[in-house]
Each structure stands twice: as C-alpha cells, then as structure tokens.
C-alpha cells in the first residue's frame, strides 16, 4: 500500500484555495458549524468580515448564499456533503433553476470517511447534484487538484457542487501537472489499449494501484481521472471506447447515477462496449475503517482489475 | 409487563451515571474518536430517564408498548451505548465496538445496529419530527407509551426542530416530552459565536409548550423534571436543562475541542481519576 504520511485530503486543498482568495473582496465564505471539517475555517481565520456563519441550518446557507451572489459576491458554501442533501430542493429551485453562482462544497464525502457511519457518508450527492440543469459537479482526488479546481471556480459562471472527502490519500498531482487541469476535461494519468479506467476521487489511486497489477499480466489501461462528472468529458470517453473498447468505472458513490451512471449513459447513446461499474452496491454504508470499508465493499484495487478483466471478456 | 425504570434511588442513579461517564471515556478512547463532550453533559438526564422512568423490555427490544427514547442527536451515542448497557440491552463488550466495523455501537446511534435505540439518528433536527410520529401513533393505539426526544441547543439552529415545535403544540400531543441539552456549545465552537440562541426556555414556551428549567446534572432536579414532564397531558412539555459540555473532565468541561475528540493516554488516566 501507498503511504498515507505524504499524501493530501482533498478537504485540505479547498481551504488552501479559500486561503489564497482573500485577497479579493468578492468571495465571501459560508459555513454552517463545520468550518474546521470543511476547512473553509482556513479563510475565516484570515478574513472574518468575510465568513458568515450560519449555525446548523443548511436550508437557509443555500438561500443567504443565493442572495448574496445576485448582489455581486462570489459565495462558497461548504458543510458535509450529506448535509448539503438536506438543502437539495434550496439548491434546485433557489440556486440551479436561476442559474445563480453558488459554490457548494460538500466535505467527508463517500464511505471513506470511515468510522461516523452510514449516517454522515454521503454515496449519493453526485448523483443527485448531476440532475440539475445548469450545475458544474466536480470531485478531485487530492489536495493539490482540489486547490487548483477550487481556485478555477473563481472565474466560473455556473453553480457548482464540489465534494471533497475528508482522508488523506497519495497525491496524484504536483503543482505542476494539476496546472493543465480543466473543470469539465478529464485528466490522462496513464496510457493503455486494453482496458480504461475512469476513475474519480479516492478511488484514483485504487485505479492507478489496479493499472499497475493489471500492466505485470500484460493488460495495460489507461487511467483518467474524471474530476468533473457534469459537464461530463464525453469527447474524452468516446475516445477511450475506441480505443480500448472497455471501461470501468471507480468511485467512492453508489453505482447508481453517479461517475459510473453518467460514462453508461453516455457509452450507451454514443459508442456502445462493457461497462463495469466498481462502487457501493445500492446499500449503506457503515462504521468502520476507510480501507477496511473499501475492502468490505469490493471497492480495492484487486477488485477494479477483476472488472477490468470481466469489461475484457465481455468485448 | 415491564415496570417503569428500574426502581433506583437518587444515589443509586448518581452511581449508575457515573459508571456511564467512565465508559463514555473508555469507549471514545479506545477508539480514538467521536464524541465525549454531549455525551458526558447528557448522561445524567439519560440516566434519570432509563433509571427513574422509561418502560421497557430488554428481553424484548422491539415490544410495542415501550415508551420511545429519540436520541435526535446522535452523536451522543456513546453516553446512549452506556446507558443501555447498564439498562441491560448492551453488554460490556458490545461498548467496545463503538465504530468499529459489523459493530452494534456505529458511530451514530442507529435502530438497525443497535438493540433499544428507537431512531436512526446523525442527521441534526430530524428526531423531534419522528418523536411527533410516535406519541400520535400512541394515542391512535390507545396507549399511554409516551415519547421522549433529546435535542442539542445547536440542534435547535436547525428549521425542522421549529416545524416539530408547531405541530406538537397545534395537535396538543400530551404523551411527548422533549428535552433540551443546554450545554452552550456546538461543533466549532460556542453557540455564541456560531449562531446565538438566547433564551430557549423563552422560545418554546412563547410557542405555547410547557417549559421547566434544572440543572441537569442535580439528579434531584433531573429527576422532578421527569415526573412533571408525565404530568403535563394538556401538550408537549420541554425540560430545558443547563448543562456542561464535558461535565465530570475536567479539561473536557466547557471545552469546544471535546466535542468531537479523543483523549490522548495521559489525559485518558486523569478523566479515570477524576471518574473514580
Ligand atoms: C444536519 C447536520 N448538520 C451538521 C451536522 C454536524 N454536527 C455534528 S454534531 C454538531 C454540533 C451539535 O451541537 P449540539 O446540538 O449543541 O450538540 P451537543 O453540544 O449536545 O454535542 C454538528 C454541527 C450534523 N450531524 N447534522
Ligand atoms: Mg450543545
């Protein structure tokens, strides 16, 4: 296994990004009593005029935050991404629906934020945010490519719901590489004609994990980490079931709606061939340690190189 | 037909929760996470209620006519998990899978897991809702089960907390009792810095509730809370009790780093001191 001890929570880049925006009197900070999971207590520390703090009442940050980017600010909002859910008709009908620039950040996204349990992992936001005209829906892997996508959303004109997840992971990215990332472009992190993996979030390293097993039984995969599930890189995807003529797909959400539910739904209108989706199996989740939870639910690299191997058989 | 409470005098309970502080700190430094600080303020109240008064059946968790206990802030769970083991639902080492994987003590209290915990809570202001449900669904039956829900004072931040408030009161719902954790603190930090709450005793009764105020770490008091709470059938009754966040800690005692944090070893010996 990767070490840990080097790698950065992707938590921890949205707050470095807060950080490296005080310096512009539009953004403007909402947190509902979880600044210090969120991280966007990095800003408030920095910039207290700017912080408006909201109590636990995600209902009424969505709305306060609405109103404040029609009078020119650019407010970013951030709690858990479970309790985002609980504003999701707020941001459906106050924020999407009039197109009004909200960031969302939703933290301890997924299983992997481990031992709370089933009732603060969060397997369905990007699913449920992917079904909203006129929403941007991203989830970055690491720090550095959070900070770097943060940062772009600054100069973005659409809403947008970001989840972040709450564990450090392996970097992926240096300061260097996440410079070419673009909100809405896949990113290449290895080359192969056999398989594609696309893979966001935490599950990048089980996928590049999974590339490198699959690569020493002469399979080799191309490895994408689709950071930005709407607008979805669909050019990028076609491109990969041409090439490759197999995907999977690995994300820390249910199989159903999220990264997994957007590439099926796009291979199937566009360029048909074997799909597997790895993820949460449509059940809850649980206490437990983030990797042993992963392992439990067949969400390790071992098990994306079986599918890989399954999208194979089934070309 | 079981009795209600377990038939314990003020000492014997003042004993009995201190027994539950000392797992509360055992469970959360074993694992090296979750929540002390609402756990430790809540237990004498929770104590009160499993040992003065609530009637249920721990040979039969699932009986139909036991009173409901809605821990609407869920995070609580390790003082829910130790009061349950002294009630006699949990034994000792179901305690020491708090968090941990297949165990009945997940991180948030949860009815699927957990044998006597009636609400699948870790969601903030969703128990007072549940606890309409199930005082209603008594009165249907015919029944005199009563419905006991305890909240967070930042829970209260929470819009469906005041929707609950109007709707206990509009249907006059006598067999539900609500108790408020006054602890002053939430996540970040004091209720006074993130979202004042002023005079909560003030706003529930200015919705037309029964409101009583204790200290609700004088097990007296918490005790007379309760028996008045039964007594008001008229519609719902709140015990807005004031208590410390980390009460019986001393670093942990009206400290926002406890809320959500584990003690370190030395500090684990001195809370087994100062519990002794
Ligand atoms: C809807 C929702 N929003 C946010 C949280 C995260 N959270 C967990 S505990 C907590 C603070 C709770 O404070 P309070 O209700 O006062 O509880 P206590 O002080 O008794 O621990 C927060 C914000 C949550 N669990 N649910
Ligand atoms: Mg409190």
Redesign the interface.
Known sequence: MSAPSGGGASRDGYGAALLEMVGDDRVVVL?A?????TKS?MFRAEKPSHTV?????E??MMLVAAGMSTSGYIPFASTFA??SE?GFEQVRNGIARPNIVVHLCGSHGGIHTG??????QSIEDLAIYRTLPNMTVMHPCDDISAKALTLALRHHERPSYMRTARNKVSRAYTEESAAQLRIGKGHIHRTGDDVAIIACGVLLNEALDAAESLSQQGIEATVVDMHTIKPLDTELIVDLAKRCGAIVTAEDHSIIGGLGGAVAECIVSEYPVPVERIGVQDRFG????SD??LE?LHMKANDISKAAQRAISRR | MAERGMGLDIAELEMMAKRCRRNIVRMVYG?G??HPGGSLSAIDMLTGLYGHRLRVDTNDSTWGNRDRFIMSK?HASPGVYSILHERGFLTESDLWTY?????SC???V?MK?CPGVDF??????MGLSFGIGCALAATLDDSDRTAWVMLGD??L???QIWEGVMAAVHHEIGNLNVIVDRNGI???DF?E???RMFDVAEKFAAFGWAVMEIDGHDMQQVVNAIDWADQVIDGPACIVMHTIKGKGVSYMENNPKFHGAAPNEEQFNLAMEELS
């Open positions: 947190e009593d979880l600044g210090k999971s207590c703090s909201l109590g636990i009442a209902q009424n479970i309790f609980r031992t709370d349990g089933s009732s603060a649980e206490s437990g340690g042993e939870l439990m | 694992i996470a979750g869920g968090r941990k994987l297949g165990g997940q991180g948030h949860d897991w699948s809570a870790g969601s903030l202001g930042g829970e931040q929470e819009g939430q996540n970040d209720c810095s993130q979202m």
